[in-house]
DNA sequence: CGGTATCCTCGCTGATACTG
DNA sequence: CAGTATCAGCGAGGATACCG
């Protein structure tokens, strides 16, 4: 997804390139709430493999979007946070998330159309 | 993308899966603009394939996002608007839209993060 | 002009196993 | 606990050709 040509055509598009993961905006909404640990989210999304939770982890925090704590102790321990441009980002989504969450149930109607069996 | 088990989580899932498609969202910002035939669009996003932009405006048809307007003539003229919906969900995009805008500089350095060669 | 019909490729995603 | 390594599958996206 995202960029066509030359990266990128409109702001839009820059955004939904880097949320556009299959599961950064779960990411996004559950590190909102608070930071979590590897294993935490882990287990909020369970349907996610270990290595894809860490590309998308290592993508945001390129992107400048999550910052990763290391703890130097045993066990590791590492834990997860929005950064000031990620807390931006969420805020940005809000409206989205509004537009969503009051048509959802026309979306879910309309859902096997873009994901045909 | 979207939706991971039972659609959806929350409402910006729902909406990211509808403008998740690596063109939709600019042929939302195309059909902001004005209404346009399907040649006009071919040509304004010129990397785009006819049996891609046929599908990814039916899908924003199947949405209600957008609406298809045939009109009975020889040579054929179809011409594609937004919704009232498309256009609601425009407005929701436009926080995102600037909040892109405003770090497209840091999204295209992080871009090789994201899309490796 | 405005599409379908095929075929194909590439890379995202996932499962499993292993490591510091 | 928090990852990396490796291999495999699948499906969106693309190239090309053809049709009303």
Known sequence: MGARNGP?????DAAVDVIGGKW???LLWA???QPRRFGELRRELPK??????????????????????????IPPKVEYSLTDLGTS??????????WGRAHMA??????PQRHPA
């Not at 990128?8 to 839009?12: H, I, K, P, Q, S």
């Not at 980002?89 to 989205?96: C, D, F, G, Q, V």
């Open 89 to 98: 980002l969420n805020e940005a989504l809000s409206p989205l998330g509004a």
């Open 31 to 33: 590190l909102a709430e």
């Open 8 to 12: 990128y055509t409109c702001g839009v």
């Open 106 to 111: 026309h979306l879910e109607a309309t859902y």
């Open 48 to 73: 996610i493999s270990e290595k894809v939770l860490s590309q998308q982890l290592r993508e945001l925090e390129a992107d400048a979007i999550v910052h990763r704590e290391v703890y130097a102790q």
């Open 24 to 26: 950064k905006v779960l």
